[in-house]
């Protein structure tokens, strides 16, 4: 029998297809990314592409955004004919959207996980497993392929439970044979960006253990945090990561994806790839907040391309630290903008006094830095003068799932 060569396996993660940022597309920085991808596959001889979740930015994504999905895997199947792919559900996708294509497709190279399968209304851990072979075919590793879970879709189990049963199950089937296991979820130690990660609460908890896995595994992918980062456990457990960056502070992020080689009997190696920043972020001031005449002489300063393309053009964020009314802040500062190769995101308002106590929301915060989740807290707090009770506080996040998925619940 021949024995497998070494597996390639390139994790990616949380792409957000389709997304916009304070209304600027994000197209060109998706094709040059995609197109960045095609040549990373041929260039490492990968054998799977993985991408843990996230693949869309909303559950009912534009048309654009699903023809570019299917464009790309269409080029990337035809470039490297043994080439397998593998595509997870996240917490943004419609579970049912990312599933209509594998029915469609039936067994083959190209597999989509959008919910977690069951049998008579309990988990399938069969249909989790999928085998993975090397370039001469030969099959060299097992993928226990576990997407975002929704309360729904646990039963009677919480995550714990579940991701304890996928191991046993999991490395019963791959034998001596490594076994790769994904997530889309937030662990413990985890960095999170707060402007671009919305929280997953289930059972009431914010985060999971890195507990949850165990050294059955050469190597856990997971989805769901944008910044790149190995989270410390028993085996390699790391984020991949976005693509570019989501919001302004993800702007300092050096993404990346993770090249994983997994051989039997020896430990998964991985070699992180610096994926090129298609746009600059700017910030006026780089940190904090500055006032209207410092603000627009940074503005004024700057030196940009004018020869980029307008969907190629840097953001920029403007914080301004104010002490009263501005009625011409916004004026001075697209004055200061003109015709600058520039895409104004936003224009922070920053009160320079300190909040006063018991105030429901700060008055330093915009709108689109809120969180649902933490302003819910700060009113109930006002009113009643303690935090929610734990079972209205998972009430609350049962129905932030629920609309950020468009009313699925399995």
């Known amino acids: 029998m021949r024995s497998p060569a070494p597996l390639n396996l390139i994790h990616t993660s949380d792409w957000h297809l389709g997304h916009e940022l304070f209304n600027h597309s994000r197209e060109a920085e998706h094709d040059t990314f995609l197109a960045w991808l095609l040549d990373q596959l041929d260039e490492q001889e990968v054998d799977v592409l993985l991408v843990t979740g996230d693949i869309y930015d909303v559950a009912n994504p534009p048309v654009a955004a699903m023809r570019r999905l299917f464009d790309f895997l269409r080029t990337a199947t035809d470039r490297r004919p043994g080439l397998q792919v593998v595509i997870l559900g996240g917490n943004h996708d419609s579970a049912a959207r990312i599933d209509l294509p594998a029915a469609l497709l039936g067994e ?25 072979r090397d370039r001469t075919g030969t099959l060299a590793a097992w993928l226990a392929a576990v997407p975002f ?16 049963e996928v191991f046993k199950k999991a490395a019963a089937q791959a034998g001596e044979l490594p076994l790769i296991v994904t997530g889309h979820l937030h662990v413990a130690g985890g960095e999170v960006s707060e402007l671009s990660e919305r929280r997953i609460v289930i059972g009431g908890e914010e985060a999971q253990a890195a507990s949850l896995f165990d050294a059955r595994a050469a190597y856990v992918a997971l989805g769901h945090l944008h910044h790149p980062q190995t989270v410390p456990g028993a085996t390699m457990i790391r984020y991949a990561g976005s693509p570019f960056p989501l919001s302004a502070t993800e702007r300092t992020y050096r ?56 969907s190629l053009q840097p953001f920029l964020d403007v914080s301004v630290l104010v002490t009263g009314p501005e009625p011409h802040l916004q004026t001075s500062v697209l004055e200061a903008i003109g015709d600058k190769p520039l895409r104004l995101n936003r224009i922070a308002k920053v009160q320079a006094q300190a909040p ?55």
């Open 108 to 132: 083959g190279r190209v597999h989509f996980i959008g919910a977690l399968p069951r049998r008579d209304g309990v988990p399938d851990y069969e249909r989790l497993m999928l085998p993975l």
């Open 255 to 310: 993404h990346s994806l993770s090249l994983v080689t997994v051989s039997a009997g020896k430990a998964a190696a991985v070699h992180e790839i610096p994926i090129p920043r298609p746009v600059p972020f700017l910030t006026v001031p780089e940190h904090g907040a500055a006032p209207l005449d410092e603000v627009i002489a940074a503005i004024e300063a700057l030196t940009l391309d004018d020869t980029v393309p307008h």
């Open 149 to 164: 879970c929704r309360p729904g879709d646990l039963g009677t189990h919480d995550l714990p439970s579940l991701y304890a």
């Open 356 to 410: 006063q106590p018991h105030t429901p929301v700060a008055s330093a915060a915009d709108l689109i830095d809120l969180q649902p989740a933490t302003v819910f807290e700060t009113l109930f707090r006002d009113r009643y003068a303690e935090g929610p009770p734990d079972d209205l506080a998972r009430a609350f996040e049962a129905l932030l799932i629920e609309v950020h998925t468009g009313g699925e619940t399995a």
